[in-house]
């Protein structure tokens, strides 16, 4: 998803610095209308490159979705009534183990979709899993029982989620973004996979019968 951003931030900076190159022979030309041509085209190759350097920066950490996908394989270990440890592994490898309150695993996640001409660019709908939680079935056990929750997004400096939400142009690049969730039982040993389409997360046994 990434190296189609880098080609054109590469291409836009050199075209940027070509143009700037241009202008400075014009200006020594004293051709004043060719100069101020050629610093606009500079100044916006050299805007793209910003917009495209944001972007790229924003979405790492986001996987490209193009078709369901597993997020993560979770194993289920209960421990006692409405208390277990979820240990998670993620498909670049890493490993993570919460140990949560509740009847259930809940997970959730950001959702990015682009417009269908930002695809040409080689950007798809993309995902992040966000937090992992423990669910109480009962609505009263979530009023006044203990709440676990954790982090499983990892830090960035930019995060295309949040800027979205932030700056009213991306919204001419992005078709949506929402947040989805899924969760399911734990009261029992279990293994599964949380997989993600086009449409959000869902769960579905690692080991079918």
């Not at 993560?72 to 592994?89: C, D, G, M, N, Y």
């Not at 490993?95 to 417009?115: F, P, R, T």
């Amino acid at each position: 998803m990434l190296n189609s951003l880098i080609v054109l931030i590469i291409v836009c900076g050199v075209l940027s610095l070509i143009f700037f190159i241009a202008t400075i022979g014009a200006l020594r030309r004293k051709k004043l209308l060719s100069s101020a041509l050629r610093i606009l085209l500079a100044a916006l190759f050299l805007s793209l490159v910003a917009l495209f350097g944001t972007i790229t920066i924003a979405t790492v950490g986001y996987r490209a979705l193009t078709y369901e996908e597993t997020a993560a394989t979770v194993q289920i270990e209960p421990l006692s009534a409405k208390l277990f440890i979820a240990h998670f592994r993620f498909p670049d490898g890493r490993q993570a183990s919460y140990k949560l309150a509740g009847d259930e695993l809940y997970v959730d996640a950001h959702i990015l979709k682009w417009k269908p001409f930002v695809n040409i660019l080689g950007l798809h709908t993309a995902y992040e899993l966000d937090r992992v939680t423990g669910r109480y079935i009962d609505v009263k056990d979530e009023l006044v029982s203990p709440r676990t929750v954790f982090l499983i997004s990892q830090d960035k400096p930019l995060n295309m989620f949040n800027l979205r939400q932030r700056y009213f142009f991306l919204r001419r690049l992005l078709d949506a973004e929402y947040g989805s969730a899924t969760f399911i039982n734990s009261d029992k040993p279990a293994s599964f996979e949380i997989r993600v389409s086009t449409t959000g997360l869902l769960i579905r046994d690692s080991h079918p019968q």
